[in-house]
């Protein structure tokens, strides 16, 4: 990471239909309250990550995950950073919040900020090539033998780290929250680290 006095950009990737990676992505809002770092959002895909594969994961046959991170990436193309910032705190809020079904997601887009006719796009392919662009730019780091989320940081002296994770079940706040990214670089950046399991996923609690 940058000096104490400095603010760092940190890279993070995620399918925003991931609940545990909501938790993730709220831990790292906390994070930038009590570290100096700035979080940069990109877009990667469950669907395309688990392509070819004979079982599905997901849960999806029909190929629902697809729509959200097609809007998602057109968000960010089109809008940038603060655009596609809002829209995950808005659409996060809605489908992980408070458990709820299938989203209002025109509503989602006005309240955000941004037009709510955006939501055709979640039904075209043709915004698929934006969906893998920046999805093989979060997978290249660590590899296709993870999922979401990706987290991608400098330390000091300039080494670029990137790792799957961290899941989490609930979201640390204050200092809590700083702790587990002082050590999240810490474990992350020693030479060789490839992996850290902790007990069976609990559900996702969203306060």
């Known amino acids: 990471m940058a000096g104490a006095d400095e603010v760092g950009a940190v890279d993070f990737w995620f399918d925003p239909s991931c609940p545990y990676t909501w938790i993730t992505a709220r831990w790292l809002r906390e994070v930038e309250r009590v570290r100096p770092v700035r979080v940069r959002w990109h877009v990667m895909s469950l669907s395309v990550l688990n392509e ?48 709820g079904g299938w989203p209002d997601v025109a509503a989602i887009l006005v309240e955000a900020g941004l037009p709510g006719r955006l939501v055709e796009v979640m039904e075209s392919t043709g915004y698929d090539g934006l969906v893998r ?20 940081a400098e330390l000091p002296g300039g080494r670029r780290i990137a790792c799957f994770g961290p899941v989490i079940s609930r979201v640390p706040h204050g200092e809590e929250a700083g702790r587990l990214w002082d050590g999240t670089l810490l474990v992350a950046g020693v030479p060789g680290f490839h992996e850290l399991k902790g007990r069976p996923h609990e559900p996702p609690v969203p306060g």
Not at 63 to 72: A, E, I, K, S
Not at 133 to 152: C, D, F, M, Y
């Open 52 to 99: 070819g594969r004979d079982d599905d994961p997901e849960g999806d046959p029909e190929g629902y995950l697809w729509g959200p991170v097609r809007l998602f990436a057109v968000v960010a193309q089109r809008y940038g950073q603060d655009a596609l910032a809002r829209l995950y705190a808005t659409y996060g809020t809605s489908v992980h919040g408070t458990g």
């Open 133 to 152: 662009e920046s999805h093989e730019a979060g997978i290249s780091l660590v590899g296709p033998h993870v999922g979401t989320p990706i987290v991608a």
